[in-house]
């Protein structure tokens, strides 16, 4: 779908991008995080043509001469004409996209229901809410039916409904595009994505399937909630079995091992034997959020 290579990008003295190089895969959903100042949105520039690259290239795999008629972008703070109503603007982007009227009428139509603004599409967008003109930039990015879809903190501006509501639409929309998006929220990309691409002071620091990822870096643990005090055990399963990871939160002990079956094998003999008074176990994996801090703390 699109390739770079080595891609670099300065503002006055500050590195914004420094030797980038990834391909994103057609039809797969790529969460790009990585901490304040890590070049997120000044790569998402250049994808988008808004910024070209000082060095490195870009390339798009398609036929169309101009590849930006492919590509559908929301910046992180998109900018609408006040005084035009929703429906104004989504058919005036239409138009720019060199669909018909008629085309423009019915594709606007189509978007505000997609996104939830049908019943605001005759008001004002000077009125909106910031979520009210983030679901508008969502349905102005996709009005040309792009195949590359690049989204710069999408659910920034939304509360928790409206978040939970373009999470659903966007997965729903990943089924017919590509899609590369920037976020902080970890939990949202770990339900959405398929690849991650971490970022730091301007450089890729790990690009790869969520899978492998986890493969790599996760770390399986048991929760065990407890009645009332668990300390002397706690000691002695920290004496007996160093190479676990133990750690207290209020009553509750998370034990985080290498291997699922031996943490859960090893773990329920000893509460057996011990008769604890446990009120839950629960197993888990780590988070998206964990490896992030992970990665960034071996950077």
């Not at 169309?64 to 590509?71: A, G, I, N, S, Y």
């Not at 997609?114 to 910031?130: E, P, Y």
């Not at 996709?142 to 928790?160: R, T």
């Not at 730091?200 to 969520?210: A, T």
Request: aromatic share 8%.
């Amino acid at each position: 779908m699109i390739t770079l290579h080595k891609v670099a990008k300065k503002y006055g003295q500050v590195k914004a991008v420094t030797d980038v190089s990834f391909s994103l895969k057609t039809g797969k959903t790529t969460a790009l995080v990585g901490p304040n100042g890590a070049g997120k949105t000044s790569l998402l520039n250049m994808l988008s043509g808004l910024a070209a690259p000082d060095s490195g290239s870009i390339h798009y795999d398609t036929a169309k001469k101009d590849p930006r008629t492919q590509l559908g972008f929301l910046p992180q703070y998109p900018a609408f004409h006040d005084w035009m109503t929703a429906e104004e603007f989504l058919q005036f982007a239409a138009r720019l996209g060199k669909k018909s009227k008629k085309e423009a009428r019915i594709r606007s139509s189509e978007l505000l229901e997609l996104v939830g603004l049908a019943d605001a599409s005759r008001k004002k967008i000077g009125g909106f809410s910031g979520g009210m003109k983030q679901r508008l930039g969502i349905a102005q990015a996709l009005v040309h039916e792009p195949k590359l879809l690049l989204l710069d903190e999408p659910v920034s501006a939304l509360d928790p409904i409206g978040r939970k509501e373009i999470m659903i639409l966007l997965n729903e929309l990943k089924e017919r595009m590509t899609i590369l998006y920037s976020t902080h929220v970890l939990h949202d990309a770990q339900l959405l994505c398929d690849d991650v691409l971490m970022m730091n002071k301007g450089k890729m620091i790990l690009f790869d399937s969520l899978h492998h990822i986890y493969q790599q870096y996760d770390k399986p643990r048991m929760v065990i909630t407890f009645e009332h005090s668990f300390m002397p055990w706690v000691a002695d399963m920290r004496q007996r079995y160093s190479g676990w990871e133990i750690q207290i939160k209020g009553n509750e002990v998370e034990v985080i091992g290498s291997n699922l079956g031996d943490l859960r094998r090893i773990l329920l003999d000893e509460i057996s034997r011990s008769d604890l008074p446990v009120r839950s176990i629960t197993f888990g994996t780590s988070t998206l959020e964990e490896v992030f801090h992970e990665v960034m703390h071996h950077e």
